[in-house]
């Protein structure tokens, strides 16, 4: 046979590329697993960090007090913030501020960061936290938010200050 002019690849040059294809896909797969984890995680605790820091700043500027409550039942845990008061924040408006024309709902729930615990020091699941208007400090506390893989720590300190952290992420403050 004369194969002069003909191009293209053996068969056994596109069964090696698959086969390297393959191995490179087998060791991607598991690292970028890894990768969305953490991103979840570090996803949850920045929305953590920001309701509690627009809870505390509300407090300063309306100069109300601000009650910021949580339910840690695992898995279906849930936080919010109300300046009219404690709230449940398992109820579609149960945390929210403003007017009854302006009301602004102030949650965030589990099932918006799946496979991501959090655990605080309340010895009771469901407790709230409150932002006074004066100076915006509060009550001291923190909570863990875990994946399966990772861990990052949320801490109010008594001046009102909200800082996350973690043991072994090189992106965060160590704890």
Not at 105 to 116: T, V
Not at 136 to 163: D, H, M, N, Q, Y
Request: aromatic share 6%; charged share 25%.
């Amino acid at each position: 046979m004369d194969d002069h002019g003909h191009t293209g690849f053996t068969l056994a040059e596109l069964l090696v590329t698959l086969a390297v294809v393959a191995i490179l896909i087998g060791i991607a797969v598991p690292a970028m697993a890894l990768h969305l984890e953490k991103a979840r995680l570090r996803a949850a605790s920045e929305a953590l960090v920001q309701e509690l820091r627009q809870a505390r700043n509300h407090a300063i500027n309306y100069r109300r007090t601000v009650h910021f409550s949580y339910r840690l039942d695992a898995p279906d845990w849930c936080f919010g913030w109300s300046d009219k008061g404690r709230c449940d924040c398992r109820s579609e408006t149960g945390c929210a501020s403003g007017g009854p024309e302006a009301s602004r709902s102030h949650r965030l729930l589990a099932r918006d960061f799946s496979s991501i615990h959090i655990t605080g020091r309340s010895a009771t699941s469901m407790a709230t936290l409150e932002f006074s208007p004066v100076r915006g400090t509060a009550t001291a506390t923190s909570f863990i938010l875990r994946s399966r893989t990772a861990e990052l720590k949320v801490i109010i300190s008594p001046l009102g200050r909200i800082r996350a952290c973690s043991p072994d992420d090189p992106g965060l403050r160590r704890c």
